[in-house]
């Protein structure tokens, strides 16, 4: 699965960290989303788009 995460998190200027810490997940589980070696669950997905202020699928696309 495609992602736009590391795109959404330079616009807003957070570092992995800030990102996790308000996804309240931890970093390692923020660098694998974005490196694409983790697809997040439903919940984690909502929280993403909901952070971001826009759908799930603007934030994840199917390869």
């Known amino acids: 699965m495609k992602n736009r995460l590391r795109v959404l998190r ?3 200027d957070w570092s ?3 990102l996790a810490d ?3 997940v931890s970093r390692q589980t923020v660098n ?3 490196n694409e070696k983790y697809d997040p669950s439903l ?3 909502f929280r993403i788009a909901a952070l ?3 759908r799930i699928e603007d934030v994840f696309r199917p390869d």
């Open 10 to 12: 330079a616009e807003r």
């Open 32 to 34: 694998a989303l974005e």
């Open 52 to 54: 971001f202020g826009t």
């Open 22 to 24: 308000r996804l309240d």
């Open 43 to 45: 919940p984690l997905a």
């Open 16 to 18: 992995q960290g800030e």
